[in-house]
C-alpha cells in the first residue's frame, strides 16, 4: 500500500506523522506544484492533500489511486465527477477544528472591540509613563453584553460560537444560507434583519452558491456603523473590494478575517491597504490550526485509511511498511 503526502507543510512541521508508517510505503512531500503531483502520485494507492487539487489533470498517471483523503473539511479542490467515474473513494474532515475556530472568533473580536490595538500602542509608546492618573480610556469601547449577535451559518462552529455568545450575555440571532437550518434555541431571522440588528456579525458558513458574495457592499451598509464583522468561513463569502470600501466610508466600525479570496493574500488585495488594525484585522487562515487541532486532523486521517484498507478484499500489503521522506 503506497501513501502519499503532497503538502505536508500545510499541517506543519511539528505533527507527527510517523503514525502513517503503520500503514503502508509512505512518501512525504513538504508541497508539491501541480506537475510535480502528477507525478508523484503515478504509484499511489491513497493520496493525502490539503489544497492540492484532485482532477483528470493532477491524477492522469495514478493507474492504482483508491483513496483521496482530505486534511480540511472543504472538498472544493476535489473533482468529484472524476473520482466517481473513475471508482476513487475520498474522505474530508469534519469537525476537528470547532472549538479553535470558536476561540479564534472571540480573539478577533476582542482585538478589535477593546481597541487593543490602541492601548497596546499606547503603553509601548511610554505615554502611560508616570501619567497623572492611572487609567486611560480615551478609546471608547464597550461590554458585548446585551449585543445582538447575528451568526451566518449555524453548523457546528456557528452552534459553539452562539453558546459562547450566549454566556458573553449577547442576544444571539441566525440566517440560514439555506433555508433549512431550524434551530429552536436560537432566533432565525431573515438575511436583512440580521444585518440591521447586529452589533457582531460572525459569518461560519461554507462557500455555496448562495453564500459567494453574500457580503456585498449592500449588505455592508444595511449594518450599524458601530457593528464589527468576522469571517471565518470562506472567503469569497465577503466581496473584498466591497469590505474596503465600507471600512473606509465607516459603514461598519470594523472588521476581522482569517479566509480571503486568494490565499496567500494577493498583492491586488484591496485590503492590504488598510493599515489601521483598530479598523482591520487580518490572520492568515489560522482559526483551525492549533496544535491540538492538527493532532486530531491527522488521527482522524490516519483511522480513515485504516478502516478503509481493512474493508478491502486483501489487506495484506499493510505489513512491512517502508518510509520515505522527501525534506518537509
Not at 493525502?48 to 493532477?58: E, G, H, R, S, W
Not at 500602542?121 to 505615554?127: H, M
Request: charged residues 20%; proline residues 3%.
Amino acid at each position: 500500500m503506497n501513501i502519499v503526502l503532497l503538502d505536508a507543510d500545510t499541517i506543519g512541521r511539528d505533527i507527527d506523522l510517523s503514525i502513517f508508517n503503520k500503514l503502508g510505503n509512505v512518501r512525504i512531500y513538504g508541497f508539491s506544484t501541480d506537475d510535480e503531483m502528477r507525478d508523484r502520485v503515478a504509484d499511489a494507492d491513497v493520496i493525502i492533500l490539503n489544497k492540492m487539487k484532485a482532477n483528470a489533470y493532477t491524477l492522469s498517471k495514478a493507474s492504482r489511486l483508491k483513496l483521496v483523503c482530505v486534511t480540511a473539511t472543504g472538498t472544493n479542490n476535489l473533482d468529484k465527477d472524476y473520482l466517481d467515474q473513475h471508482g476513487i473513494a475520498w474522505r474530508n474532515v469534519a469537525g476537528y477544528s470547532t472549538e479553535c475556530v470558536a476561540q479564534h472568533t472571540f480573539a478577533l473580536l476582542f482585538y478589535l472591540l477593546e481597541k487593543l490595538p490602541y492601548y497596546d500602542n499606547y503603553v509601548k509608546s511610554e505615554a502611560y509613563v508616570n501619567n497623572t492618573t492611572f487609567t486611560h480610556f480615551s478609546n471608547v469601547f464597550h461590554e458585548i453584553s446585551g449585543m445582538t449577535w447575528g451568526i451566518i451559518g449555524l453548523g457546528a462552529i456557528g452552534r459553539r460560537v452562539a453558546q459562547i455568545a450566549s454566556l458573553f450575555g449577547c442576544h444571539v440571532i441566525y440566517y440560514s444560507t439555506t433555508g433549512q437550518n431550524n434551530n429552536a434555541e436560537y432566533e432565525r431571522v431573515s438575511f436583512e434583519t440580521l444585518l440591521s440588528q447586529s452589533d457582531i456579525i460572525s459569518v461560519h458558513a461554507p462557500l455555496t452558491p448562495q453564500t459567494e458574495g453574500l457580503m456585498d457592499y449592500a449588505a455592508f451598509a444595511k449594518m450599524k456603523n458601530s457593528a464589527v464583522f468576522l469571517n471565518l468561513g470562506r472567503g469569497p463569502i465577503v466581496v473584498e473590494q466591497d469590505l474596503a470600501e465600507a471600512l473606509n466610508q465607516k459603514e461598519i466600525a470594523a472588521a476581522g478575517l482569517d479566509v480571503l479570496c486568494t490565499e496567500p493574500m494577493s498583492s491586488e488585495n484591496p485590503l492590504k491597504l488598510i493599515k489601521d488594525s483598530e479598523r482591520l484585522l487580518i490572520t492568515p487562515h489560522i482559526a483551525w490550526a492549533s496544535v491540538e487541532a492538527r493532532h486530531r486532523l491527522m488521527d482522524i486521517i490516519w483511522h480513515q485509511i485504516e478502516e478503509f484498507i481493512s474493508h478491502m478484499p486483501d489487506h495484506s500489503s499493510i505489513s512491512s511498511p517502508n518510509v520515505q521522506s522527501s525534506p518537509l
